[in-house]
């Protein structure tokens, strides 16, 4: 099913809750810059539109994607977060590099979440080529920065009230 499938509608928008005390680190991939980036200005425009303040929204930046878990570590273990939001754009080429870093990022991000207890949010697109992940940074198919900010709003809920 595709992303079109899942946008979320006015009465779930109206649902989120709100995000003004809560604090959330984010890691942005500085690889395909132009998705990643594109990706972090709408997480970044969602969390305040849902209540979060500036100065709780902490960004940090690693080369690449694979690079990703060890910035959420640092968030986790260093800083005082509620979240940690994740950003990468992996584009497959010609050899077996894609797969490599899909599951070496896909299963460090779960082990962060199966081992701790602040929610890291998965926001790596990992798509066949360029035009697919331009469709999912703010193109038809939406902006998956939006949908990380809301899973990550929700999941601090989820946390604070379980």
Request: with cysteine; aromatic share 8%.
């Amino acid at each position: 099913m595709s992303t079109a499938d899942h946008l979320l509608n006015d009465q779930q928008m109206k649902e989120i809750p709100n995000a003004e005390e809560m604090i959330f680190g984010i890691v942005v991939s500085e690889w395909n810059y132009a998705i990643t980036g594109s990706m972090l200005r709408a997480c970044i425009d969602t969390l305040k539109a849902h209540g979060a303040k500036e100065k709780n929204i902490h960004v940090k930046h690693v080369p690449g994607s694979f690079e990703l878990t060890f910035g959420a570590s640092k968030f986790v273990q260093e800083e005082e977060v509620d979240a940690v939001i994740c950003f990468g754009s992996v584009v497959r080429g010609g050899t077996p590099h894609f797969d490599y870093v899909c599951q070496g990022v896909t299963q460090g991000i779960a082990a962060l979440n199966t081992t701790g207890n602040i929610p890291v949010i998965f926001g790596v697109l990992t798509t066949d080529n360029m035009e697919q992940a331009e469709e999912r940074a703010g193109g038809a198919l939406g902006n998956k920065g939006e949908e990380c900010a809301i899973a990550a709003i929700k999941m601090v809920d989820l946390v604070w009230n379980f």
